[in-house]
């Protein structure tokens, strides 16, 4: 018997077959992963992950900030990136710059950093620091919670940096100590990263003082980024300085971090290395970082400079002043000590630089700062240094060592203390699509001590968060979709 449909019942039945139609497509595509587009497809790139070791041509996704697929067949996205020819790696980690605002932040991108963490000196109010800068970042950013700050809150220190008076000089009371500890627990109870350390600023701080900061950070399982303090000489075999932390961490169980041993270490950077290299062998939780310059930069007002009155004119021919370009005189030398500002000075020899940074124990790290286009080249350049001299021209070592070195090397040292950091530092699935993509031809540092602020070349795209903060090679205007890198807070 032939059924005779109504126009209003064609439709009605139209409608039914159109919404089923959907719901099957809907439920057949969230099988395959495929329910909607992707954000970014990043196509043909040779990817490098330091993690797994992956290193072949593959496609990856990016949905929602995070990456969602790596697969040898065509993907595709609202945008899509053409890497054919360049290498895709994870975005670097910078545990060590100081430099934590737009200024600093824009030359980080440009050198391939997706993150960077102030972990020497860190900060004294770990919410206010974060605060600040909630929403208002090109990248990812951190800090640990740091003694120096603290004792010269403590000790009533004038300085805004680095200490120049009573936080650098005099002994603490132990009711002061005990303050500094509980300010110290505080930050780390608020999600600090870890605990700044730097004896070579608070010489007065003695063994002990920095023995019970020591003991505060392994209450919380969190490493010690410590500048180990200055020696009255640099005589090779004299690591005192270095003893003086590595005891520290082997008699509270904290975990240890030295900051740039190529520069603090003189001589004996074989020596240090060496040493860590056997601690680690016994079981300690020991680990270092470096950059590749044979120069350094610090506060001409801070400790590191005392009793340094009556050197030879050598001496002070040697120190670089960014704010003008001169080199010092003994009468420029004492001016600027009263006032105090960034000074340039020589560190260790090339050969021992590029000691520190072949060795496998070493993570890479900038000890960047720039202030109003003034400061060390390192800011703008550590990285495309390593990947474009020691990789490329030098061939001292491979390029996945280079990346291990700046991804997940860092990420690992912090990732028990905060969990977050086990998605970074990787291309892996499910991972924090923080990104950089560069061409290891022609990747090169064009920052010098006269133009610090230049920026590297060969880097094509950054993504932080899964969006691009640099494409075409070039910094994106108001971007900031840069996140609070931080451990859990406790209650």
């Not at 990136?81 to 545990?95: C, Q, R």
């Not at 620091?129 to 120096?148: D, L, P, Q």
């Not at 000489?233 to 005192?240: F, L, V, Y």
Request: glycine share 8%.
């Amino acid at each position: 018997m032939p059924i005779h449909l109504t126009k209003e019942k064609f439709s009605l039945y139209a409608s039914v077959l159109l919404a089923a139609a959907a719901l099957l497509w809907f439920f057949s595509s969230s099988a395959t992963g495929e329910q909607k587009p992707f954000d970014q497809v990043i196509l043909n790139g040779r990817v490098m992950d330091p993690e797994s070791g992956l290193d072949a041509v593959r496609n990856v996704a990016i949905r929602n900030g995070k990456i969602a697929e790596i697969s040898e067949k065509p993907l595709h996205g609202a945008e899509t990136v053409d890497a054919t020819g360049l290498v895709v790696a994870p975005g670097f980690i910078d545990l060590h710059q100081h430099g934590q605002d737009a200024e600093n932040y824009d030359v980080k991108a440009a050198d391939g950093v997706t993150t960077a963490l102030e972990m020497e000196v860190g900060t004294a109010d770990v919410d206010a620091w974060y605060a600040a800068r909630e929403g208002k970042a090109r990248i990812n950013f951190g800090a640990s919670v740091g003694h120096i700050p603290v004792r010269m809150a403590v000790m009533h220190d004038p300085s805004t940096f680095l200490p120049s008076g009573d936080a650098a000089h005099r002994v603490a009371t132990p009711a002061e100590i005990e303050e500094m500890k509980q300010k110290l627990d505080l930050g780390l109870k608020r999600g600090a990263l870890g605990v700044g350390v730097g004896p070579a600023y608070t010489f007065a701080a003695t063994n002990w003082e920095i023995v019970e900061v020591f003991r505060v950070a392994a209450r919380h399982h969190a490493s010690c980024h410590v500048h180990i303090r200055a020696l009255p000489s640099d005589k090779e075999g004299d690591i005192s300085g270095f003893e003086e932390v590595m005891a520290a961490a082997a008699v509270t169980g904290a975990p240890l971090h030295v900051v740039h041993i190529q520069s603090t270490s003189g001589p004996n950077v074989t020596h240090e290395l060496q040493m860590i290299q056997e601690a680690q062998h016994r079981g300690m939780d020991v680990s270092t970082e470096c950059y590749p310059y044979s120069r350094g930069m610090t506060d001409i007002s801070s400790a590191i400079f005392d009793h340094k009155e009556n050197e030879p004119d050598s001496y002070y021919a040697s120190l670089l002043w960014p704010a003008t370009g001169e080199y010092l005189t003994k009468a420029t030398f004492l001016e600027h000590r009263k006032t105090g500002g960034m000074v340039i000075l020589p560190s260790n020899t090339e050969e021992n630089v590029r000691i520190a940074v072949v060795s496998p124990l070493t993570m890479v790290a900038s000890d960047g700062r720039l202030e109003n286009g003034k400061g060390h080249p390192r800011t703008s350049g550590t990285y495309a240094k390593v990947l474009g001299d020691y990789v490329r021209e030098q061939h001292s070592i491979d390029l996945m060592t280079a990346l291990r070195k700046m991804t997940i090397m860092p990420a690992q040292r912090l990732e028990a203390r905060a969990p977050m950091f086990r998605n970074k530092g990787c291309i892996r699935v499910g991972a924090d699509a923080d990104i950089t993509i560069f061409d290891p031809a022609t990747v090169r540092d064009r920052s010098t001590y006269q133009k610090p602020t230049e920026l590297s070349t060969g880097f094509a795209f950054v993504f932080v968060n899964g969006v691009a903060v640099l494409r075409d090679g070039k910094l994106v205007p108001n971007t900031l979709p840069g996140r609070a890198a931080r451990a859990p807070i406790e209650p």
